[in-house]
């Protein structure tokens, strides 16, 4: 396996098994602190390594290319997360590495 590119992943993943069952990983992180594209790469590069460890996730930022073509309140975009959080095993956060 590759070197992770985001160790801390799966150390608060570890104890999640991979089976049968997919689990679902919502990828938390930040959005409009520091470099929106960057804290966009950041979730596609956590949505890979995930996605090699066996999970599926889900990538709240890929609503930043929505945003782009049809702007929306930040409120519509938060009551979204608020329901893809409810069916997720695991919540880790994310943040960008230095």
């Known amino acids: 396996m590759k070197q992770p590119l985001y160790p801390e992943l799966h150390k608060k993943l570890g104890n ?18 520091g470099d929106i594209s960057m804290n ?4 596609h590069d956590a949505q890979e390594e995930l996605m090699e460890l066996g999970y599926m996730s889900i990538m709240p930022l890929l609503s930043h290319y929505q945003h ?4 929306r309140h930040y409120e519509d975009w938060f009551r979204i997360d608020l329901e893809l959080i409810k069916g997720v095993d695991a919540l880790p956060p994310v943040t960008r590495r230095k």
């Open 40 to 43: 966009v790469k950041v979730q």
């Open 16 to 33: 999640i098994p991979v089976d049968v069952t997919i689990t679902k990983i919502y990828i938390a992180s930040p959005y409009t602190q």
């Open 68 to 71: 782009i073509v049809h702007p």
